[in-house]
């Protein structure tokens, strides 16, 4: 079992930057494929970005270029910057874990969830 725990998230004009930190208990970090989901007032949970298969990054289209996904094994934490933000990008941001090997784009793959980390982007 894991437990993921996001900061980062804040308050930032359009066109500025966060970065999203998920730190994850456990000493099998290592084994688990982790990805960054998003929720908006009313909204579906939406993908974000992700480790796919072989550590190959995954990404939205809405995000593709402008996020990266990335990950420090030794401070089992995963990170996600993001760059040039619009108030499209106004969410909550959630990390999630799984060991299991389904599809990362998708919210039921994952079993374990943080607690999310409000990010707001003005105009």
């Known amino acids: 079992q894991v437990q993921l725990v996001e900061s980062g998230g804040g308050l930032v004009q359009a066109g500025g930057s966060l970065r999203l930190s998920c730190a994850a208990s456990?000493?099998?970090?290592?084994?688990?494929?982790m990805g960054w989901f998003r929720q908006a007032p009313g909204k579906e949970r939406e993908f974000v970005a992700a480790f796919a298969r072989g550590g190959i990054t995954n990404y939205a289209d809405s995000v593709k270029g402008r996020f990266t996904i990335s990950r420090d094994d030794a401070k089992n934490t995963v990170y996600l910057q993001m760059n040039s933000l619009t108030p499209e990008d106004t969410a909550v941001y959630l990390c999630?874990?799984?060991?299991?090997?389904?599809?990362?784009?998708?919210?039921?793959?994952?079993?374990?969830w943080g607690q999310g980390t409000q990010v707001t982007v003005s105009s």
């Open positions: 999630a874990a799984t060991a299991r090997i389904l599809r990362d784009d998708l919210p039921r793959s994952y079993d374990y």
């Open positions: 456990g000493r099998t970090f290592t084994s688990y494929r």
